[in-house]
């Protein structure tokens, strides 16, 4: 088998469901390499990343459930928002989201400004400022926001989940002072 014809099985395989776990055997087996593998995972990993935005397209509107399901529901999940305090394992995480998105209502994005995206083949993140406007509270007013946000993904049975974001309103520099806690 021709090096051509090899890397275009080893993705082939990627595609058709064998994963990156198996990655490593197909380069036993001169299947091509790593790095010829990425743009597949790239655009995998992209694919997820706009079914992450149009879920966040929900959660503003106050609805958690697409927000869920791109999530990881595994015990190692971890979430910081602009709400609470961090949390730990899908049984807080869950939770925690389900009351965030009770927060905003009549949510629009007006776009994600990417600042960072680096993928592996077994995690991937975003460094990104959200920028949306929403009813938040109990407010009946729109309100802009802009949301520093740090999102890591894992490979999971194939598909790329959310395992941990933070995200809070810093984005401009700030005195040292604001750090002090009173």
């Known amino acids: 088998m021709n090096r051509g014809s090899a890397t275009a099985l080893a993705a082939a395989l990627l595609c058709l469901g064998f994963g990156v776990s198996n990655l490593a055997v197909a380069q036993q087996g001169n299947f091509g390499s790593a790095a010829e593998a990425m743009p597949m995972l790239e655009k995998k990993f992209d694919a997820a990343v706009e079914q992450y935005h149009l879920a966040a397209r929900e959660f503003v509107k106050g609805n958690p459930e697409p927000y869920k399901m791109v999530w990881s529901h595994r015990d190692d999940v971890t979430v910081g928002n602009p709400f609470g305090p961090f949390v730990r394992g899908w049984q807080q995480v869950a939770p925690t989201l389900e009351r965030a998105a009770s927060l905003y209502r009549d949510g629009e994005f007006a776009g994600w400004e990417r600042i960072a995206k680096y993928v592996t083949p077994e995690l991937a993140y975003l460094v990104e400022v959200d920028r949306l406007k929403a009813k938040i509270g109990g407010s009946a007013e ?41």
Not at 162 to 177: G, K, Q, Y
Request: proline content about 10%; glycine content about 0%.
């Open 142 to 182: 729109f309100t802009p926001v802009a949301l520093r946000a740090t999102s890591v993904f894992r490979l999971e049975d194939n598909a790329w989940k959310l395992v941990h974001r933070h995200a809070d309103p810093i984005t401009a520099p700030r005195p040292a002072e604001s750090v002090i806690q009173k």
